[in-house]
């Protein structure tokens, strides 16, 4: 699940989310907005204290990603 809170870290906005497949940086992931659609990569990850992930899934908590795209946290991400 995707929402549209955030945390900024280095200036650039990580968007919550809660993986429910594993992610890992420089995976694609496809994503559905009212008006769009299309394809974004994920850049970097991080836990809630800003330290950086190397893969998360379904039972990792307090995730948040850094996409190629602007994200307004409305969008539909799946893989």
Known sequence: M???Q???YNGKKYFHIDPKEV???GMKLKYLTPTSMG????LDILD????A???VHCNTKDVYILTDKKLEGREILYV
Do not use: M, Q, R, W
Request: charged share 35%; hydrophobic share 35%.
């Open 6 to 8: 955030y945390i900024e």
């Open 2 to 4: 995707f929402s549209d």
């Open 53 to 55: 992930l190397e893969k």
């Open 39 to 42: 394809e974004l990569e994920i």
């Open 48 to 51: 809630a204290k800003g330290n």
């Open 23 to 25: 992610l890992t940086p």
